[in-house]
Structure formats: C-alpha cells, structure tokens
C-alpha cells in the first residue's frame, strides 16, 4: 500500500479530519487517533473509522501532554481539528515540533479549521459547513428554494471536499517534498478557502458579466446549472421516484427528446433547447410526461439511449448495491491504484481506548511506564462510546 509505514496521529475531532485521517488510513498509513478518557470526545454513530486504531489519553494532564509530544516526536503526520491557538496554548504548536531545534522537523503538521487558517489572521469564529459555504460566496450562488433562500447541498462541501480532501491532499504533497528535502512543514487548510478553491469554477463564471451557467449579481435570468434550464434538471415520476436529466450539449437533447417523444409525444424539437421563450412550457412537458410513468420504466427506456444524459434518482442503498459496497457495509476507497490496492477493513465502530496498551508499546513505552499511566489515570482502555 502506498503509505505503508508512514505513522498518522489524528486528534479526535468531526468530520473533516476524520475523512482526512481515514483517507490516509485506506492509503495504507498507521493511523491513530488520539480520544480523551472519558467518553466526551467522539459521539455515538463515528463512522470514518476505517483502518484506525484509538489510544484515549488525556492531554489535559501534565503527563499525559508528556505522553504526546513523545508520540508526536515520532509520528510522520499530526491531524490537528482544533481552532488556531488551541495547540499552542497547550504546548503542542508546530514550533515546538518543526526547525532545527524542533522535536520532530520531519513532521508533517496538519491543521484544519473553519475560517482563513493563514490570511489575513487567523479567524477563532466558530461555525459549520452551512456557515463556511456563506462565506465563500458559493452559498449565494446556489440554486434557490421555493421561499426565495439557497439550498445547500448537506454538509459535503465545506467539511468533505473543502476539509479533509483537500487536507489529506495537502499531507500527501508534503510527505512528498520530505522526500526530497528531508524537512516536514505545516499544511494549513481552512474550509472557507477551500471552498472557494474547489469552487473555482463556478466562481469564476459568477465574476463573468456574459456566463449564463449560474445565477449572480451578473445573471439574474435562469441559469443552466442552477436549475433553470429544463434540460438539466431533476423530474418526478409516476411512483414518486425522481430522474436526472442533464442533456446540456444539443447532440444528447437531441438524443433525449427523440427517446422520450417515443412515449411523451410533443411538438419540442431540437431548435427548442436554447429557445428561452419556451422553457417553462418544455418543463411543463417534460414534468407531465415523466409522471406518466414510473422511475425504474424511463430508466429502463434510456438504457439504450446512452447519450440521453438520464440516470435515475438511487437511494443510498440501491447505489450500494450497484457499486458493490453492500457487500462491505462501507463506502470503497477511490481512486483505485493497480500497483499499490487498498485494503478495505470491515466496518467497525472504534471503542476509544481499544489498542492504547498495543500503542504505547510500538512507540516505545514500556510495561512498567504503561502501567504507571493506567494507574495515574492519563491513559484508558475500552472506554465508553460517546453519546451527545
């Protein structure tokens, strides 16, 4: 596996450093993650658990912080999901680990928090994915609800995409440039900035006074990835199952209208597509005509019109079942790499504590000490799963 050998410790937190910690783990990384010992730190249903191991130490104590700065000294990569200054006001700040004088100047230090991380300070604000969406100026740009607000899409953006990915990314760059110069750095990732990033592409069309791909303070008129072409949009069907059409380019609503006119007969034709006079009546049409027949029958019917852009709307588990995790009760890692595979562990719950013994003995502590850290109550074993 890619990073087999490569040590991770990841400081228990939600959701983007998790995903970043389990990416990391799926490439083949020893990933431990580090819980407090009363069950306060990782709530009931912790899931991006795949591959990881948990030590509960309580950093809180004096011989606890101990305990870390010495796996810390050893690790290759810290996960760190605190906001800016928590660290250091404990003592753990990459100052302490990174330079020549450092504990550990091949570390790898990543951060992850909310708001700008770098520039132009760092921001303490406390937030969530919904709140970091509002500050890139994406959220504005979504499609709008029928009470006139954004509609956002979960919390897979900022968190997921825009947090761990965009992390894990970060830390395989710099595993890359200590290859070279033997030198770990800090990867700072804030999930504002990341947003902005990932969302490039629609930001730079919303700055574009003649893009009509997404409404802006520049388009104010139906935007064609914004929900307002007929074409590229999503249609309920006769049993309440929905479908996504997407037939943007003319050659495939060409290839979509002449299937669905089989069984819709209208008077749309290709000419149609970019008449904008017309749409509310071609999405009236296409409305009417996929209530007359259920998901799974269109879906079938564009089978065999592959360049129709139609996919039927999956639940999560008919998508699962369709990809072949159903089999696994997990979500396979991707991408796929032909020299270096993931191994796909089952799933399993991660008991905070469950491998601190197996732990402390591969960083080097002895039985003796490990006892003593039992016994002083900065270290604990199958702890309690949390519940918030």
Same mark, same amino acid.
């Given at each position: 596996?890619?990073?087999?050998?490569?040590?991770?410790?990841?400081?228990?937190?939600?959701?983007?450093?998790?995903?970043?910690?389990?990416?990391?783990?799926?490439?083949?990384?020893?990933?431990?993650?580090?819980?407090?010992?009363?069950?306060?730190?990782?709530?009931?249903?912790?899931?991006?658990?795949?591959?990881?191991?948990?030590?509960?130490?309580?950093?809180?104590?004096?011989?606890?912080?101990?305990?870390?700065?010495?796996?810390?000294?050893?690790?290759?990569?810290?996960? %760190? #999901? +605190?906001?800016?200054?928590?660290?250091?006001?404990?003592?753990? !700040? &990459?100052?302490?680990?990174? =330079?020549?004088?450092?504990?550990?100047?091949?570390?790898?230090?990543?951060?992850?928090?909310?708001?700008?991380?770098?520039?132009?300070?760092?921001?303490?604000?406390?937030?969530?994915?919904?709140?970091?969406?509002?500050?890139?100026?994406?959220?504005?740009?979504?499609?709008?609800?029928?009470?006139?607000?954004?509609?956002?899409?979960?919390?897979?953006?900022?968190?997921?995409?825009?947090?761990?990915?965009?992390?894990?990314?970060?830390?395989?760059?710099?595993?890359?440039?200590?290859?070279?110069?033997?030198?770990?750095?800090?990867?700072?990732?804030?999930?504002?900035?990341?947003?902005?990033?990932?969302?490039?592409?629609?930001?730079?069309?919303?700055? %574009? #006074? +003649?893009?009509?791909?997404?409404?802006?303070?520049?388009?104010? !008129? &139906?935007?064609?990835?914004? =929900?307002?072409?007929?074409?590229?949009?999503?249609?309920?069907?006769?049993?309440?199952?929905?479908?996504?059409?997407?037939?943007?380019?003319?050659?495939?609503?060409?290839?979509?209208?002449?299937?669905?006119?089989?069984?819709?007969?209208?008077?749309?034709?290709?000419?149609?597509?970019?008449?904008?006079?017309?749409?509310?009546?071609?999405?009236?049409?296409?409305?009417?005509?996929?209530?007359?027949?259920?998901?799974?029958?269109?879906?079938?019917?564009?089978?065999?019109?592959?360049?129709?852009?139609?996919?039927?709307?999956?639940?999560?588990?008919?998508?699962?079942?369709?990809?072949?995790?159903?089999?696994?009760?997990?979500?396979?890692?991707?991408?796929?790499?032909?020299?270096?595979?993931?191994?796909?562990?089952?799933?399993?719950?991660?008991?905070?504590?469950?491998?601190?013994?197996?732990?402390?003995?591969?960083?080097?502590?002895?039985?003796?000490?490990?006892?003593?850290?039992?016994?002083?109550?900065?270290?604990?074993?199958?702890?309690?799963?949390?519940?918030?």
């Amino acid at each position: 596996m890619a990073l087999r050998g490569i040590r991770v410790i990841e400081l228990a937190g939600l959701a983007p450093v998790p995903f970043a910690g389990m990416m990391l783990a799926d490439l083949g990384a020893s990933v431990v993650r580090i819980d407090r010992p009363s069950p306060v730190s990782v709530p009931a249903g912790d899931i991006l658990t795949r591959g990881k191991r948990s030590l509960s130490l309580d950093l809180r104590a004096p011989q606890g912080l101990a305990v870390g700065k010495q796996l810390i000294a050893q690790a290759d990569v810290l996960l %760190d #999901p +605190y906001r800016p200054g928590v660290l250091e006001r404990m003592g753990l !700040g &990459p100052d302490v680990f990174l =330079g020549d004088q450092g504990l550990n100047e091949r570390l790898v230090y990543a951060r992850i928090s909310g708001v700008y991380l770098c520039y132009p300070t760092p921001d303490r604000s406390a937030g969530h994915d919904l709140n970091y969406l509002a500050a890139t100026g994406v959220l504005h740009l979504l499609p709008r609800r029928a009470d006139g607000t954004p509609s956002f899409p979960v919390n897979l953006l900022a968190d997921f995409a825009s947090g761990g990915h965009l992390c894990a990314t970060g830390v395989l760059a710099a595993l890359l440039e200590r290859a070279r110069t033997g030198k770990g750095q800090v990867v700072a990732t804030d999930m504002v900035s990341g947003a902005r990033y990932v969302s490039s592409f629609v930001l730079a069309h919303a700055q %574009d #006074p +003649y893009s009509s791909l997404f409404a802006s303070e520049h388009n104010t !008129g &139906p935007a064609l990835l914004g =929900g307002g072409a007929p074409f590229y949009s999503v249609y309920e069907c006769k049993d309440g199952g929905f479908v996504s059409v997407a037939c943007l380019e003319p050659r495939f609503f060409a290839a979509f209208l002449r299937t669905f006119k089989e069984h819709c007969p209208g008077d749309f034709d290709e000419a149609s597509q970019m008449d904008l006079e017309r749409w509310e009546e071609l999405r009236r049409y296409l409305r009417d005509g996929f209530k007359s027949r259920t998901r799974d029958e269109w879906a079938r019917t564009f089978e065999h019109e592959k360049d129709a852009c139609v996919f039927p709307v999956l639940t999560p588990s008919e998508a699962a079942q369709r990809s072949g995790d159903a089999k696994s009760q997990t979500v396979a890692p991707h991408p796929r790499l032909t020299g270096t595979p993931t191994a796909l562990p089952a799933f399993a719950t991660l008991t905070p504590g469950l491998h601190s013994r197996e732990v402390l003995s591969e960083f080097g502590f002895d039985s003796t000490r490990i006892a003593e850290l039992f016994a002083a109550g900065v270290v604990a074993e199958h702890s309690e799963v949390a519940k918030l």
